[in-house]
C-alpha cells in the first residue's frame, strides 16, 4: 500500500507537472498567432518570441517527472518528445508564415514599382 506521503508527493508533482505544461501549451499557442497578429498590427513595434517561457516550464516538468518517477502521459520520454516537438513545429510554423508574407510582400512592393515606372514612361 502506498504511504500517504508518497501519494501526496506522486499527486503535488502530477499537478506542477500539469501546469508546467499548459504554460507550454499557452505559450506554442501564442507562438501559432504572433505572425498574423504582426501583420494585422498597424503600429511599428518590436515583437518577442522570448522562447525561455517554453523551455524553463519544459524543463521544470522534466525534472519532475524524473523526480517523482512518473509514468504514462507524464513520463520523462513523453513529457520530452511532445514538449520538443510542440516548440520546434511552432517557431518552424513562425519562420514559415514569415518567409511566405516576406516573399507575397516583395512581390507586391516590386509589382507595383514596375507599374509605377510604366506609368511614367
Not at 521544470?60 to 516548440?87: P, R
Request: charged residues 15%; aromatic residues 12%; hydrophobic residues 55%.
Amino acid at each position: 500500500m502506498i504511504s500517504v506521503a508518497a501519494w501526496i508527493v506522486s499527486w503535488t508533482g502530477t499537478i506542477l507537472i500539469a501546469f508546467c505544461c499548459f504554460i507550454v501549451l499557452i505559450k506554442c499557442i501564442w507562438n501559432i498567432g504572433l505572425p498574423y497578429a504582426m501583420l494585422l498590427s498597424k503600429e511599428e513595434r518590436g515583437w518577442s518570441t522570448f522562447p525561455v517561457i517554453e523551455v524553463v516550464p519544459l524543463i521544470i516538468a522534466l525534472s519532475i517527472a524524473w523526480l517523482t518517477e512518473q509514468a504514462g502521459l507524464f513520463s520523462v520520454l513523453n513529457i520530452a518528445k511532445i514538449g520538443v516537438i510542440l516548440i520546434v513545429a511552432t517557431y518552424i510554423h513562425f519562420c514559415a508564415v514569415s518567409i511566405i508574407v516576406g516573399i507575397w510582400q516583395y512581390k507586391q512592393v516590386s509589382t507595383k514599382k514596375d507599374r509605377e515606372s510604366d506609368v511614367t514612361k
